[in-house]
């Protein structure tokens, strides 16, 4: 085996920044490099860019960002650092997230003014709104799709980089979001900056291997069409590769559920952890992830690879039950849904409510589209049938009796309209989740029983969007070492590294904004 300290006899490239991953973390490295007089190039392992993020709703979560406070929307750091210590469980870094709140307004800023990527804000709310320091509106910045979509429709006839920005699976998301919507818009902004630049971005290149010399990291062996090229880094690599959702091994040994899958690409399979772990790093967080409920069609695949689909859940006439057929979770806040997933029985060494299951009436089905979704997919099986109740319980096997009560009580709640059980619907969160469907925002907007037959069901797989731990930074991106001292060299951003911004806490764009500012970051510190 080449060992990473191997230094080759040739190089076959030199820079000054290597950024491994199309990231918005890799992206703005290089961006930022650039800027700052460094010689820089992006390596993606596959072939398009933008990993999780360009599939994703394109989210950056910035606290009191000029655009919210150009609007009038209060927010200030005193009230974004509550929140943090509020909802972290005591697992965020204190010093990581004092420089992800004081920097990133101004790295915002600089995207915002320095690159074609425009952003916005809409009416979408802290997760946690509730809980001190919490915002109902402001801190969810999104790409104008106002702008983008004519902006990058242009650029890509002079820029065919562009192409290379990740696609929506088909039928995914046809007829829901536009080609530059979300998190195309953001990974195309910044696709477009480097091009502008004249950056060097070169995808179907998979980092393999760190190189180091007298402790520090001065290139990577990395792998492309089947042959090894070198690349020195005069000032540093950065590892921003994503999380680990895609390596069945890692998953094993760090997620405590079985069958985990990811709802990503399946490129990301923790190649910047693994070559961390091989110089040393430390890592933090590596069981937590972005949980989310999904299915899968027989036959469906991505680039070889199953694919996996997310549900409709969380509104008016539906629920989802255990296999012991009784409700488990806040059906309208996927958190919880997550949660349920891994719940774990220590009387009996097993997981509490593993397979779960998600219950329609013919009401919500046909409101969601699922009923169109099942003609668009080759094994229409994965949606269930029943006349009743009864019978959509023996087809999963779960107890009829537990499967009708429970129905029966959850309509009695939502005609009284709260949630005693598990408060769905009582959060602010959950009042704008039932806002997709209802703009009106009384009490339970997402309650509303099960009561028109046939019935559906469908049996629900655990997936994630990204995992959350990985390797620890300080607050220059610097990878440390498990004694917290600095591998000179080496910088890390995106899911490669732990959320230690905000610890167990999750809120829509809080892994963006962690990657595209610790990307920016660490491209300083290498100029600095």
Known sequence: MTKMYDVPERWDLEVDLVAMGGSSGGLAAVIKGHDLGLSTVLLEKSEYLGGGTALSGGIL?????????????????????????????????????NVFLDAGPDITRYMVEKTPLKLTIDRSTDYYADNPGGKTRGRQLFPDESIMATLLSEAEKDHPILSKVRPDPVPFFIGIRGKWAEGRGLIGGLVLGCAERGIDIRTGVRGRRLIMQDGKVIGLRAEQDGKEICIKANKGVLLASGGF???????TRFINVENFRGMSPNSLEGDGHIMGMEAGAAIALMDHAIFQPMFHSKGET?????????????????????????????????PDIGRAFVDYDKNLSQLSNAPLYSIYDHTEVTRSGMIMLKELTSDPDWLVQADTLEELAEKFGIPADNLVETVERFNRLSAEGHDPDFHRGESIYNKFWGSKRNEDFSPGPVLGPLETSPYYGIKLDLGSVGTQGGLVTNTDAQVINSQGEVIPGLYGTSNTTALLTIGCMYTSGACQSKSLFFGYLAAEHMAS
């Open 245 to 251: 959702e895609w390596n069945q091994e890692m998953a």
């Open 61 to 97: 979560w910035v606290p009191f960002n000029h655009i919210m406070l150009e609007e009038g929307i209060e927010d200030c750091k005193d009230d974004a650092i509550t929140h943090i210590r509020n909802t972290s469980h005591g697992r965020h870094d204190e010093a990581i997230a």
């Open 302 to 334: 991505v680039q070889g690879k199953p694919f996996y689909r997310p549900i409709s859940y969380g509104y008016p006439g539906n629920i989802i039950v255990n296999r012991h057929g009784k409700r488990c979770c806040n059906e309208s806040f996927y």
